[in-house]
């Protein structure tokens, strides 16, 4: 299973190389720290979950790769643990190849492109626990931002920032994020507001806010045990407040906005059904002028056609 499992990380999409070399060095570095193994682990050992000791390399390179999502308050993040899923339960095992199953299925269905990213995953430890023992079993609203339809909602991996968020500290102050290798297949814009439970149609496998620029995915609640496997737990301490972190973030570089932006900004002031009709509205004028771009292009070639043979005729009365 371990060498399918490595197979399996050489499909994934994200910038996450440093993680994937690191997990198959640390293999060769574990016996270096099994005598701190006595340390208090937060996670059951039953549960599959081993703790990635630091000074292992790949500790190092999830610890970083955390770190660079939280944006301007990783300095101030203090990373107190990293546990890895091993996969070495029974149920672990089968949910994993569970994951590759539906790999290789949506990899059929997308022409070969699954589309696997690692994507983050926030709330607290008793909801972590339950998801490393029993699976997604429960849709929740948000715990910070607005609907993107019904679902399990993912941060994309560059910003570990948006599920630290969705976190809750534990008793001793200690929040929990997961990471996880997550199948996306063809994505859909699921706009702010959403009432969509199910994809849109048969063409599509998962729910983006900004295919151009991903932030959230939504994962619908059939595939939510199919589509998502749990790779580490990080377990850290942050003072994180919603109200002054995400203005900050999302402050306006440009006086350009893309429409996958434009239609998040207008769906913090108009109802959903209006933002529906905004959507279909563009739906059809994107439809209308790659109609009208093939029918200018049809009448260039038939204009030129007629020119030359128009030149050939009096080439040969000539």
């Not at 699954?114 to 429960?138: E, K, L, Q």
């Not at 063409?203 to 991903?214: F, I, K, L, R, T």
């Not at 771009?293 to 050939?312: L, Y």
Request: aromatic fraction near 8%; charged fraction near 25%.
């Amino acid at each position: 299973m371990e060498r399918d499992r490595d197979e399996e990380q050489v499909s994934i999409t994200v910038e996450d190389n440093e993680i994937v070399a690191a997990e198959s060095e640390s293999e060769s570095e574990s016996d270096e720290f099994s005598s701190s193994s006595k340390r208090v682990d937060l996670f059951a050992w039953s549960n599959g979950m081993n703790r990635v000791e630091e000074g292992n390399t790949e500790h190092h390179a999830v610890k970083k790769f955390f770190l660079s999502g939280m944006k301007a308050i990783g300095k101030d993040t203090d990373v107190v643990a990293i546990h890895k899923n091993s996969c070495s339960t029974l149920t672990g095992q089968a949910r994993f190849e569970t994951f590759q199953i539906f790999s290789q299925a949506v990899g059929k269905k997308c022409g070969g492109n699954t589309n696997i990213r690692y994507a983050w995953y926030g709330g607290s430890r008793d909801d972590v626990y339950d998801i490393i023992t029993h699976g997604f079993s429960r849709l929740r609203r948000p715990a910070v931002g607005e609907l993107y339809g019904f679902g399990i909602y993912l941060s994309a991996a560059e910003f570990s920032i948006d599920c630290a968020l969705s976190s809750a500290p534990d008793e001793n102050g200690l929040r929990h994020v997961m990471l996880c290798r997550v199948i996306l297949g063809n994505m859909e814009t699921v706009c702010r507001g959403s009432q969509q439970f199910h994809p849109g149609s048969k063409e599509y496998d998962s729910g983006v806010d900004d295919p151009s620029a991903p932030r959230r995915y939504t994962i619908w609640s059939a595939f939510m045990n199919s589509h998502i496997l749990p790779s580490y737990i990080i377990s850290f301490r942050a003072l994180l407040d919603p109200q002054s972190i995400h203005p900050i973030l999302l402050k306006p570089t440009s006086p350009w906005m893309r429409f996958g932006i434009l239609l998040t900004v207008l769906a913090r002031v108009l109802p959903p059904h209006k933002m529906t009709q905004i959507s279909k509205h563009h739906s059809d004028f994107c439809v209308k002028e790659k109609n009208s771009k093939a029918a200018a292009d049809s009448k260039i070639k038939t204009d030129s056609w007629r020119r030359a043979v128009k030149q050939s005729d009096q080439t040969v009365q000539n």
